[in-house]
């Protein structure tokens, strides 16, 4: 009888195999958490000048497991100086489960430089078949990429 050494092509294939499932596992999980189930991820993306005033941009998903027929919430922005500039409502309309959205705003008249902080006073619309009451503001979860504070 002859005794058979392992290939060592095979256990180099055989160890890639092994590498890349792991990898992949550990992207899923990653993925996973990153998400942040059952929470509303608003993200004030940008500010831009523009002909109207500043127009700004939000990076949002519904990740609570319902679809939010009309989302609206209160915006406040303060001034450098922490002052209160203006109180608006921004309609953020449908928001699908699982669906991440753009929407962008004209703000009339304002000027993207002289804005310190926009905060989430409200959420004044959160609306939706097996939406609990209050789950717009209570679940969201504000972040921002610009250099302007952001949050509720």
Not at 103 to 120: E, H, N, S, T
Request: proline residues 3%.
């Amino acid at each position: 009888m002859s005794s058979r050494l392992p290939c060592p092509r095979c256990n180099t294939v055989a160890s890639l195999a092994l590498a890349a499932a792991t990898f992949c596992a550990s992207v899923s999980s990653a993925s996973a958490e990153d998400a942040k189930p059952g929470t509303i991820n608003l993200e004030l993306n940008a500010l831009q000048d523009s002909d109207k005033g500043c127009r700004i941009a939000f990076v949002v998903e519904n990740g609570l497991e319902r679809d939010i027929g009309k989302a609206a919430y209160e915006i406040a922005l303060f001034d450098k100086e922490g002052m209160v500039e203006r109180l608006m409502v921004l309609d953020f309309q449908e928001l699908p489960a699982a669906k991440t959205k753009v929407r962008r705003f004209d703000l009339a008249d304002a000027k993207c430089g002289a804005i310190g902080r926009v905060l989430v006073n409200d959420a004044s619309a959160c609306d939706g078949d097996g939406i609990e009451a209050g789950a717009c503001i209570a679940r969201l979860n504000p972040t921002t990429r610009s250099s302007v504070a952001f949050g509720k």
